[in-house]
């Protein structure tokens, strides 16, 4: 997703650092090595989605098909995010982070040279385990090489990073698109990944970490479980419209297979996602937030670039630039808005800011076919990103101050693993929404349209390729694009509603005075 580099408590992992034995510190290297790791991850979540019109027309690809391109990275990423980083407690955080990186890059480049939208989509499913080795060990790696009091810098300077990554990210991937191939856009990755690997095992020593001997055994029947029930589910949201009943019943089995999941976790001694974390009510709210407001950003900003690419007829280099004034902001504010917390506690920020992201989707609903960016879509990706800028930190603080200290870790680890689910089901659950939307306003439209019977029978015939439908004819072009603004809009306003309830459960699990004021 666009907005995949910085989740709420990246720096919560950061933080959580146990009893480490820090003696061979190489913290220069070390942070080289994480940032570049990291790097790979947070242009890949951003530049991919600028990519998808391109891909789609080179790979001759349906909507869902694209789709899967997506959330098949987001599936492995959000059910393996947690079994990463429990797979670096137990193995050793820099071997688990280099496994992680070189997975990444050889899954990068199967894509750049995938033959067929199959082989693009399995490359990306590799690629989702691969990130889920590397995010959370690239953040423990700080922790684990870094004495408290020189941790601060090091997040100061990896989330900086972090930063410039996620803007440079749609740009350079709109550029790279522009004039090379789609492909390019996963070779990037190569280059990061050689240098990442050479400082790893050249001057980045495994280090001896005393939690290691206090892990207990790994919960694969917890993470089997949950990857399998995501997949179903998924599976069947997207696919269902195609196949019918048959797929419906991969979403029942998916369905089934959570519900044993949480059953299990609540039996484990080492469970995957510790449920007694949720006892806490500002927890449980701060994760319900989380949900929504992630659910909201992860729908609507996998079809704007469908939407500025392939109806709005930006290049993609400028509908990646689009996107900047909401990533600059979330930059440029979030250290105001971590001192929110402080001055009018938790429950007016996390109010408030989902409020404003709220009214920055109805925004987005807003424009037709056509018009000038600065009155079209600046607003809304304006008010969206202090909307958003104003949420991420208090959240994080919220997150993090509302478990026990020994707990942070595990806490900010399922907050992580909350949004890329959450991204993961607004997707699946939108699409099918989208192509109805899609289909029957087109059908309408074309009905009306002064076209001979074959140039609608043929349009229609395509129209799981969506906003990539190809035709010749002005009158039916016309009608393929105003049908996808009108699929935009509803997804728009949905995520708008989602922002509203991220507001509404604030509203009624937060504290008006955090205790960390």
Known sequence: MITSARRPCDEGIILSGGCRDTTQRNGSWVLAATVLGSSMEFIDGTVVNVALPALQHGLRATGSQVQWVVEAYALFLAALLLVGGALGDRLGLRRVFLAGV????????????????GSLIAGRALQGIGG?????????????????EERGRAIGTWSGFAAMMTAMGPVAGGLLVEHGSWRWVFFINGPLAMIAVWILLRHVPEINDSRREETGG???????????????????????P???????????????????????????????????????RE?????????CLYAALGGA??????????????????????????????????????????????????????????????????PGVGGSYWTTYFPAVLVLGLGMAVSVAPLTTVVMSSVEESRVGAASGVNNAVSQVASLLALAVLAPLFFHTFAGSLIHRLAKAPISEKTLRATIDQRNKLGAIETGD???????????????????????????????????TMKARSSTS
Do not use: K
């Not at 889920?132 to 408290?148: H, R």
């Not at 419906?248 to 007694?276: D, H, N, Q």
């Open 102 to 117: 070189v997975l990444f890059a050889a899954a990068s480049i199967w894509c750049g040279f995938a033959p067929s939208i």
């Open 132 to 148: 889920a080795m590397l995010v959370p060990n690239s953040l423990a790696l700080i922790s684990a090489y870094f004495p408290v």
């Open 218 to 240: 790994m919960d694969w029947r917890g993470a089997l479980l949950l990857t399998s029930g995501l997949a179903g589910v998924t599976f069947a949201l997207i696919e269902g």
């Open 242 to 280: 195609s196949f019918g009943r048959v797929v419906w019943l991969a979403g029942v089995a998916g369905l089934l297979l959570l519900g044993i999941a949480f059953f299990v976790e609540e039996r484990t001694s080492s469970p995957l996602v510790p449920m007694t974390l949720f006892r806490s």
């Open 283 to 291: 927890f449980a709210g701060a994760n319900l937030l989380t949900f």
């Open 301 to 366: 900003l996998f079809y704007l670039p469908l939407n500025l690419i392939q109806i709005q007829g930006y290049s993609p280099a400028h509908a990646g630039a689009a996107l900047l004034p909401m990533v600059l902001l979330m930059f440029l504010l979030s250290r105001w808005s971590g001192g929110l917390i402080a001055r009018y506690g938790a429950r007016g920020p996390l109010v408030i800011g989902p409020l404003m992201a709220a009214a920055g989707y109805m925004l987005l609903a807003r």
């Open 474 to 508: 002005p009158y039916a072009r016309h009608a393929v694009d105003e049908a996808f603004v009108r699929a935009f809009r509803v997804v728009a306003l949905l995520a708008s509603g989602l922002a509203v309830a991220a507001s509404a459960s604030a509203a009624m």
